[in-house]
Every structure is written in structure tokens, then in C-alpha cells.
DNA sequence: GTTAGCACTCGAATAGTTGGAGTGCTAATA
DNA sequence: TATTAGCACTCCAACTATTCGAGTGCTAAC
């Protein structure tokens, strides 16, 4: 593939801008009216046809002006991901208020996130898999119900009453809770396996119903994060954008986002290609780069964050391609570390 | 006001019904073919501008036929509710697996309702305003992180994280809780007043910080709970109603559901309005009669659910005013009986 | 290599045209 | 008196020109 001259490169980028800003095809006459390009509308028409023939612009139709596809994109963001290292726009008005929720802190990040960007947000809850269990607490509530807390690495908590069909004494309790303890602290759902069960249950004796359901708790804990939460916000801001709001289309990505079905593909597509490079945890994509189809005409940016202990989540952004590709990135930068500084701070 | 003839309001009632599944203003013709009316359009015309001149119906345009207003569905609707001693038709796949967290059960509801009906649903948590103290519990996670863990009626449960300046032993510990549920238990927030606080500290001695933090747990779970989750499904679903999903209608609809502010309102309305009456619970707002501008042109109807001690919530659809009343008003009885089930099951 | 000029294309907006569905009214009928 | 047939009228929705302007590609001149 043939370099792009300077020249092509600027008016590339002219037309990207320009068509980011207004939403509307770019004509040459308008190219040829900025100061650093002193050229009149024919140049310019050479150079765009070259650059039309090279696929970084499309006409949508035979008289209007050039809108960039999604190799112009491409190019584009290539270029802001590569002078990354700007300074960070501090996000307003986050009161990151030491919540031991997690849940609230998301719901807020989506929120705010959605109103400075006036684009679609989504964010996913930290996935636990590496997760350990720090605690683990039988509490009688009644003389038929035992409360098990199980709290998780990354200050996870999860209840549920268990029902008794015997009353326990304060000593059994205790002896549970120590037996609980004393095998789980430190486990991943992945240590739990089979014989440490059957050990446990032997240790129990008659208790064994409970360990059974204890142990319930600690799998439906995991399971039940691991079927991925995802908080959502702003679905409605594509209104803003003619491009995406024909009803069919509208319909397709609020119910796209709403189900959050699909969301859950494009989060794991995500942290599956973050994976390995290290980098600025940012990722893009343009158009059908994207695994969601009704996603075809969006880009999508988001940012991986990460706990420590391996628990990691998606922050990102879904909007036009025309999208204001630099801000969004300084938001989702500044959430990661925001993100990040609340489980160390 | 003037009664309506027995024919007046069988035209009327086909009229509507026609209107229900068609979506198009329903001419004179098209009504004198039921087989009970056997009259021609012209006497069916007189009949309906008798309708028109009573408020029961409108001409969208001059020559167009006619569609009902709301006080047509007024009329309409309650003729339903008077009936509605009907079998209920069961929800089908709704499986209340006994979950304790409320909110999954609340969750799936919403989702089954509105791919039962193909309309917009939503859901309000119970809300735990009179609700008590069942059960409070103090667990040392390490040296300096105590969790708190407090239940109420309705086996709603809190966790908060307290930070510790100094380690407390198991002793201490067993005190405080000791001291927390023999204070707290049975009690609603209105009944822990300052004179109970400032007793409860001196009782703490130097642990009255932690008996500060616990009862702003207490406190604060309230709170939380008093902002009232509401959960939503099926927004998209007005997408199926051409005369909604225009794109500004749709727009403020989706909108007024993704932020849940209005829908607070429009909760707090129906809870007003259903104090008095002990009846079905089913509310029915048409048009205008609605507190939520954005959903003028729609219909809502909600059920109140009670889980005993003063314990409710409501639950509720929204569609367009064309909606099939008969069966929303079914499902939403069937799931307020599944829902009272669950907490005495 | 750059530019001016010009014919050409296409879509969006505007303005007619038509046809059908539905009405209200009047006069005839049972 | 209640019902019906007939008819002129209205209005919308769909379709068809027509126009206008923005933008292009090409060619010839600079």
C-alpha cells in the first residue's frame, strides 16, 4: 500500500475533522478555505480522488462531498492513539465517594461518563474469576434461617439465608464459621474442587446440608458475577446523531443495548484482545470492526481497567464514527485511573 | 351527562376493539359489517357523530373514521376492570427460583412481562419505609476492616465496609453485637431517635465510633432503598407502535425510562392513589391522565404489590393507549399474587 | 504542478396530480 | 319515527414532475 503524501495525510485529516464536527459530506471548495492549505478547490479534487481510489473516503453519492470509510477512520485514530501521552482532562463532578458498592460507583461512572461525552456508555462490573475469598460468615437470624456472608476479594459481598430444618447452637456456629474459614480463606472457585469438598463435609459430620449450601453460595457468588453485570447509560444520546436515528436503526442499537446480550460479546471480543499488549488499554472500533451488527455504523472505544488480583472490567463508549475521537479517549483514560485508584486508595 | 344507549356503546366498544388491533381510525363501514349491528354505515355515521359531539371518540381528520379518546378508553377500560373477576392466565416461564436477592426476582419480572405483553415494563423494589431491624451483625475481616451486615424485614440485606484505627478483639466484638441487636432489633428507623443513639454510646464506651458507623449503615440502607430502584424492560417495544416511535416521541419515551427520574414520580402518583382503595390494586392512567409528560400519548397500567408489614411496590406497563387492556390487566394480577407468594411461600 | 472554467450529475425540496376512504346532509322508504 | 340510499364534498397519502444548488470530473490554459 502506497504511503500517503503529507499533503493527502492534512487534507485527510481535514475531511475527517471537518465531517466529525458538522456530520455532513465535505466538499473541496470547504478543504480549500483552511489557512494552511493554499490550494484552490481543483488541487484538491485531484488529491481526493486520489484518496477516494485509495479507500480512505467515500461519496455517498455521485454530488456530494467525501465522507471518510472506515480505513479513514482508521487512520485517523491511529494517529490520536499514537500522540496518546496528552495531558489528562480531569472528569468533572465524579464524586468517587468511598462506597464499599461497587455497583454505585459504576452506575455514576456510566452516568457522568454519558453526560460529558454525550455518547452511549457502558461498563462492565469486574469480572472475579481470579477472585479469593477473603471471608466467610454463618450468622443466625432465626431459629430457621442462617445468613452466610461471603465476601470476595476486590470487597465483593454476597448473602444468602439459608434454610434450617434444626436450630443451631451458638457452638455449632462458631465451629462451622471456623471450619469455613479456616478451608476457604485465600481460595479461588478454582481451588474448590471435589476433594477439599468431601473433606470439609467428613469435618462437618451432621452439618455436611450446610457446608453443602455454604459452598452454594460461594459458586452462585461467582457465577452470578461472572454472567458479567454490565451498567449502561445514554442509550438515547444517538438521537443526536441524524446518521443513526432512523427508527429502524435506533430500535436495533437500544435493544442492542438495552438486552445487553450482545454488549457481553463485545466485552469478552475486548478483553480478550487486550489481553496481551500492555499499552494504553485503549481499543477501537470502526464500524464492521466491531462483533455487533447493529453496531455496523457506530465506533465503539473503550478502556480495560484493572483491580490487581486479575479482576479487570470494560469501560467504553459507543457513538457515531464520527465520534470526537480525542475527548473520548482522555475520558476513558481518566476513568481507568480513576477506577484504579479507588481499590488502592 | 347523558347515558349511552345500549348500541351507542357496542359501537363504541367495536370501535375501540377494531381500533386495538388495527392501529387504523375505523370507518362507518367496516362497523356495520359485525354481525351484531346489522344497520347500514349511514345510520352507524349518525350514531358516531352522537359519539364525536359526547367526547367518546375523535376524527383524526375530516375524512378519515374515528378513533378513541381518552375518555373512550376510559369508558372502555373500566367495563374491563368491572369484569375483572376472570380466571387468571398464567404466567408462563416465570421461575421464582427462591433467590433472596429481591432484585434478580424483580429483574426477570420485568423481562417476562414485557415479552409476554410487547410493552415497556417497569418494577419498583419494595419500598421499606415501615420496615424493621431483623438482624445485625458485626465481622471482623481483618485488623482494621469490620464488616457490618444488617438485615430487615423482607430479608433485604446491607453490607458496609467500617475501617478500623485499632483492631478490636473477639471479645469486644461479641459485645457490640450483643449490644447492636439487643438495641436495634424490631425496631424501624423512625423509632431510633437520639435518646436511644446517646444510650446506645454510652453503653459502647470507647466503641461508640462503631456504633456511629453501624447505625449510619442502618441509616444509609434505608436511604438507599428509599431512592427507590426501579427496574425496566422492553423500552423498545414501542418501537411496534407506529404512532409512537416517531423519532422525538421515542426519543423522550426512551429517554424518561432510562433515567427513572419521572418514573419515581409517576410511582409515587400511583402509590398515592392507590392508599385508599383495597379493590384489585390495578391502577389504569390514560393519556393525560398521566404525571409524566413524555408519555401523554400512552397508556399505564400499574398493580400494587404488598409484601406485609407495610411493605410494597408497584409494577406496572406502558404502551400505547391501543393497548390490549384485558390481557395486560391479567398478567400484572398473576404476578402481584406471585410476588405476595414469594415472601409468605 | 496548479488553476479556471464548464458541462454534468444527483439528491433534497417543492409543488402539482390523482385516487380512495370516509364523511355529512338530504330525501326517500318502511 | 327510525333507517337507509345517494351524492357532493373533504382530506390525506402516494405518486410524479420540476427546480435548485452543491459538488464533481474533465479539459485547457497558466
Redesign the pocket.
Known sequence: MEELTERKSKILNIIIQNYLETG???????ISKYPDL??????I??E??DL?EMGYII?P??????IPSDKGYRFYVDGLIAEKDREITEIKDVMFERTERMEQVLKQVVKVLANNTQYATMISAPAISGTKVKFVQLSPVNEHQLLSVVMMSGNIVKNKLIELDNPLTAEETLKLNMLLNSSLNGLTIGDINLALISQMKSQAGEFEDIIEQVLKTVADTIEDEEGLEIYTSGATNIFKYPELSDSQRAKNFIEAFEEKEELKDLIADIEGAAEGEPGTGIQVYIGDESPIGSMKDCSVVTATYELGDGIKGTVGIIGPKRMDYKNVMDNLTSIKKKLEQIVKG
Open positions: 455532513e459530506p465535505v466538499g473541496s471548495r470547504t493554499n490550494f484552490s478547490p481543483a488541487t479534487r485531484n481526493m480522488a477516494e461519496q453519492h455521485a454530488s456530494a462531498g467525501r
